[in-house]
């Protein structure tokens, strides 16, 4: 399963633990170095929380995902 843009996580925290034994879960996010609102308030919320828990997010695969400049 992919998760685009999981803002602060509230879907990865029910969606990876169940994907953890039978499936994988994938998010694409924002790039830490972005100066979009509010990807940038987001991004370090949401790694953080992969990094604080990380037997619980031990499966989760991260990518970046971002718009193209107009």
């Known amino acids: ?3 685009v843009w999981p803002s ?3 879907y990865t ?3 990876a633990p169940y994907l953890n034994d039978s499936g994988q879960y994938i998010t694409a996010s924002y790039d ?6 509010p990807f940038v ?5 949401f790694l953080n929380k992969l990094a604080e828990y990380p037997v619980l997010y031990s499966n989760v695969r991260h990518g970046i995902f ?3 400049d107009r």
């Open 1 to 3: 399963m992919v998760e």
């Open 8 to 10: 602060g996580g509230w």
């Open 13 to 15: 925290e029910i969606l």
């Open 32 to 37: 830490l170095n972005t100066d979009r609102q």
């Open 41 to 45: 308030r987001f991004a370090p919320i």
């Open 66 to 68: 971002e718009l193209p």
